[in-house]
């Protein structure tokens, strides 16, 4: 079936880099994604979304790009800290739900070293 | 602001014994709402949604059910635990866009 994954399930920067968490989704007629953050033992924390009509959206240190030629997503992380250090997970939103029914990706392990 | 509460935090529980976690949302009206599932280093899996009171739609067959008798009070429910029903339990919120919001989270042990 029609799944969002991710490229890497962990990634280890240094404290003051830029990450780059991937993501890929299969299903075409998706039209919303989303990035949650979420710390060990808490519920997920939502970063940033964007709808299918843009390809890029910035918020406060994260950027978030999509590509539909290639149905991929990813969220850009600038200046690394060791409190982004978390689970990243994207999500999808299917075009014609009712509900808002969202995937969601497997994860991706952050770990910021100081 | 809206903010949404679940309890217990963590629950402790033998097989075979009744289960009942609560949800609740403020600061919003007629909101969707969500109960997840996660396993340990796991993704998110959907158990039941909710459109309205009374409403309850279930994704995957199991051993839970949800209901849902005030506009915004979710609450997810079995009558005798599994041991695969152990796992941390998400409760989230939607408005009229499609953003979910999640709960702190429950974490239940079944032995």
């Known amino acids: 079936g029609e799944s969002v994954g991710l490229h890497l399930p962990t990634l280890s920067v240094q404290e003051g880099d830029n990450s780059i968490i991937n993501c890929a989704y299969s299903n075409s007629a998706s039209d919303y994604f989303i990035w949650y953050k979420q710390e060990s033992g808490k519920g997920p924390q939502f970063i940033i979304d964007i709808r299918s009509n843009m390809d890029k959206r910035q918020g406060q240190r994260v950027t978030v790009l999509l590509n539909k030629t290639v149905k991929h997503l990813s969220l850009q992380i600038a200046a690394t800290q060791p409190g982004d250090s978390a689970v990243y997970f994207c999500?999808?939103?299917?075009?014609?739900?009712?509900?808002?029914?969202?995937?969601f990706g497997q994860g991706t392990i952050l770990t910021v070293h100081p | 602001s809206q903010t949404i509460h679940q309890w217990p935090a963590t629950l402790v529980q033998p097989v075979g014994s009744p289960l009942s976690l609560e949800c609740t949302v403020e600061?919003?009206?007629?909101?969707?709402l969500y109960w997840y599932r996660q396993a340990a280093g796991r993704g998110l899996q959907l158990l039941f949604y909710s459109v309205g009171i009374g409403q309850i739609s279930s994704e995957v067959p199991q051993n839970l059910s949800a209901s849902r008798p005030q506009d915004r009070q979710f609450i997810l429910s079995s009558k005798k635990l599994l041991l695969s029903d152990s796992g941390f339990y998400l409760c989230?919120?939607?408005?009229?866009?499609?953003?979910?919001?999640f709960g702190p989270g429950t974490r239940l042990t079944v032995l």
């Open positions: 600061g919003t009206s007629n909101p969707n």
């Open positions: 999500a999808e939103n299917l075009r014609g739900t009712s509900y808002g029914k969202l995937t």
């Open positions: 989230a919120w939607s408005g009229l866009a499609d953003t979910q919001y």
